[in-house]
């Protein structure tokens, strides 16, 4: 039988945006709403975003061409696509920039109404909405409009049968947002809520953090995806760039 899995996959958080600069301006001034234009999917990243990028570039660069990654799928976020773009400008990539595939699977979760709120502008202009969440929990709250984290992990099943479909054997880089990596943790370690949860309050995923699987053909009837490093930031440190570690918004709806 073949092999469906890809031999090596890293999943990356998008480089520092400009809507988590806004989120952490919002926090520290008790503001209710965040102050970003236009849409979340066209927020670029900030200037810090674009060093880590490049940073995170120069350490796949470090890996004999062979293997750095040679598949590459985005979210279709504007700050995904320039990670992705900028981890090539840094040599790190065996693939052309015109071969990234852009997946809409991979996007951001939705927060409908809550969308542009801190947690404080949630409890004053949704106080239904933030009892719903307590009640519920993350994990199964859906805003109106919005997406809970059940709803981004049953796209995320759709996007893995593709990858286990047309990628098997690649070494595969998926650039995407926060709660994408924390749900792909969830499918491929075949987790409960329980503990992606857990996960989920040590601490948020880092910008251009890296999280890795490796396939073990011993593991399982077919062989599996084995996690060998979670939220690995050293590659920015070792380039000279600021980690940082901000929620994507709203903060009280991750």
């Known amino acids: 039988m073949s092999q469906r899995w890809p031999d090596r996959l890293w999943v990356v958080r998008h480089g520092e945006s400009s809507g988590n600069v806004a989120r952490d301006a919002a926090h520290a001034a008790r503001l209710a709403r965040i102050d970003t234009d236009g849409r979340d999917v066209d927020v670029p990243l900030s200037p810090l975003g674009e060093e880590q990028s490049r940073a995170l570039g120069r350490w796949f660069a470090q890996m004999p061409r062979e293997q750095r990654p040679d598949v590459v799928l985005t979210s279709p976020y504007r700050r995904a696509r320039q990670t992705a773009a900028l981890i090539h400008g840094g040599g790190g990539l065996s693939v052309d920039p015109a071969d990234f595939v852009q997946d809409e699977r991979l996007r951001e979760k939705e927060f409908g109404i809550l969308d542009r709120l801190t947690g404080q502008g949630i409890r004053q202009e949704f106080p239904d909405q933030a009892e719903f969440r307590r009640v519920l929990g993350k994990f199964y709250h859906r805003p109106p409009g919005g997406e809970s984290w059940c709803d981004v992990i049953l796209r995320l099943r759709s996007a893995l049968d593709t990858v286990s479909l047309h990628h098997g054997q690649a070494r595969l880089l998926i650039v995407a947002h926060q709660v994408v990596v924390l749900c792909l943790r969830y499918l ?26 490796a396939f073990d053909p011993g593991q399982g009837r077919d062989g599996a995806l084995v996690l060998r490093r979670y939220n690995f930031v050293a590659p920015l440190r070792q380039q000279g760039a600021t980690v940082t570690a901000e929620p994507d918004r709203p903060v009280g709806s991750r």
């Open 188 to 213: 491929l370690e075949n987790m409960t809520e329980e503990q992606i949860l857990a996960i989920d309050r040590e601490g948020d995923v880092a910008n251009c953090g890296v999280t890795e699987y």
